[in-house]
């Protein structure tokens, strides 16, 4: 964790740079991935990190797949 960013590792050991929050009912969630130059952002009025989570997912996995 630094300056509100999450520092982490996907699966296939990439660096994954991240922050998500929520606040009355709305989330959001932005995941960079710097060494393959990809990122994505995501709001939307529902609280569920599941499902905001997922659907990164399958956003990102268009490009690192």
């Known amino acids: 964790y630094g300056a509100g960013l999450e520092l982490t ?6 660096t994954v740079v991240g922050h ?3 606040w009355l ?4 969630l932005v995941v ?3 060494d393959e ?6 709001t939307c009025n529902i609280d569920d990190d ?5 659907r ?3 956003l990102l996995g268009i490009w690192l797949d």
């Open 50 to 54: 599941d499902t905001l989570d997922a």
């Open 25 to 28: 009912g709305s989330s959001s």
């Open 32 to 34: 960079l991935y710097p």
């Open 37 to 42: 130059s990809v990122g994505g952002a995501i």
């Open 9 to 14: 590792t996907d699966g296939q050991g990439r």
């Open 56 to 58: 990164m997912d399958e």
């Open 20 to 22: 998500s929050g929520a």
